[in-house]
């Protein structure tokens, strides 16, 4: 099977995100000041390859959707430097305000709008590539493919995404574990497992690079893709 077809069989069901998004932004904007103290060490090493894989290249414009405290965007503006633009949006006015401060700290402009990533406020096409770090699993099942598609709408005709997800292929206890948490606390354990290859290729998109990794014994699939 190539990295392009799709299995012969459903993977399998993904648990629903119950809370609405106005309890999401409320959390995250509670956790803005110690987010990285919290989650950065789980999240760093998986978000790391994703960069790696994007190649962000100079001159380019790059979104990355759920900036939160901006680590990637800091990544992504100084790889898009001196002629290129790296914008971060994030439904939580505390994470976009963390985002604009590291950025100011380490003498780059910040570029960082609030809003949700289901609705982009960016025209269509503007975009070459698109970056998005543990947010696609934070949408409702049903929103998942809405949102794919309006990610792919402010993307470049040949624009690129990436995405690094908590993955549900080859679940396991960890998984099994997580996913109980997930649904006695759905607010602050929002985060959960999905098929993310299989669902970007369902959705239609070209897959150059798939990954699979570990965090913390969970899987993480990091995937990179070009627009349908």
Known sequence: M???????TPPGPIARVPRPKTD???????????????????EAPARSVGLDVL????????????????????????????D???IGLDLAPGMCQTARDRLTAADLEPD???????TLPFADGVFDAL????VLELFDTPAVRPVLS?????????GRLCIVSLSRRRAGPVTWLYEAVHERLPTHVDCRPI???????????????????????LPVEVVHCEIP
Do not use: K, M
């Not at 962000?56 to 430097?81: F, H, K, N």
């Not at 960082?112 to 289901?118: K, L």
């Not at 970056?131 to 543990?134: D, L, M, P, R, V």
């Not at 998109?205 to 965090?215: K, L, M, N, T, W």
């Open 2 to 8: 190539t990295s392009n077809d799709l299995p012969s």
């Open 24 to 42: 999401a932004r409320d959390w995250y904007d509670a956790l803005s000041d110690w987010y990285d103290i919290v989650a950065d060490p789980f």
């Open 55 to 82: 190649e962000a290249t100079p001159g380019e414009r790059v979104l990355d959707v759920g900036c939160g405290t901006g680590s990637a965007l800091l990544e992504l503006s100084r790889a898009v430097t001196p």
């Open 84 to 86: 290129g633009l790296a």
């Open 112 to 118: 960082i709008v609030q809003g949700d990533g289901a």
């Open 131 to 134: 970056f998005a770090s543990f």
């Open 150 to 158: 309006e990610w792919s709408r402010v993307l470049a005709s040949d």
């Open 195 to 217: 098929y993310l290859r299989e669902t970007l290729l369902e959705a239609g998109f070209v897959v150059h690079d798939h990954r699979e990794i570990s965090a913390w014994g």
